[in-house]
Nanobody
């Protein structure tokens, strides 16, 4: 079992920045990837970014490329999401997720490809 706890959400003005963190505990070895999804009110979970645990390969949805950066600290079993130039449309609950087994990167955007989830942290961007 893997437990994930997100932190770092909050209220920020458009153009501002936030850094989300996700700390993993329990089974803390041999992850294939960690990632971030978000869910806005009335919408489904949408992929934001992912990173492979060993190689550090990064993947982003188009709407956040150039603004968000995902990174990880293997020693701390923690993944981060640095969010810059935030827009009101980035407002959502952000969820951290873990994928245990290797998968083709194209499938990382699929909600059902991920094995464990955190409870989420709310990000609100005001205009």
């Amino acid at each position: 079992q893997v437990q994930l706890v997100e932190s770092g959400g909050g209220l920020v003005q458009a153009g501002g920045s936030l850094r989300l963190s996700c700390a993993a505990s329990g089974r803390t070895f041999n992850y294939y990837a960690m990632g971030w999804f978000r869910q806005a009110p009335g919408e489904e979970h949408k992929f934001v970014a992912g990173i492979t645990w060993k190689g550090g390969n990064q993947y982003y949805t188009d709407s956040v490329k150039g603004r968000f950066t995902i990174s990880r600290d293997n020693a701390k079993n923690t993944v981060y999401l640095q969010m810059n130039s935030l827009k009101p449309e980035d407002t959502a609950v952000y969820y951290c997720a873990v994928r245990i087994n290797e998968i083709e990167s194209i499938y990382l955007a699929n909600y059902y490809a991920w094995d464990y989830w955190g409870k989420g942290t709310l990000v609100t961007v005001s205009s």
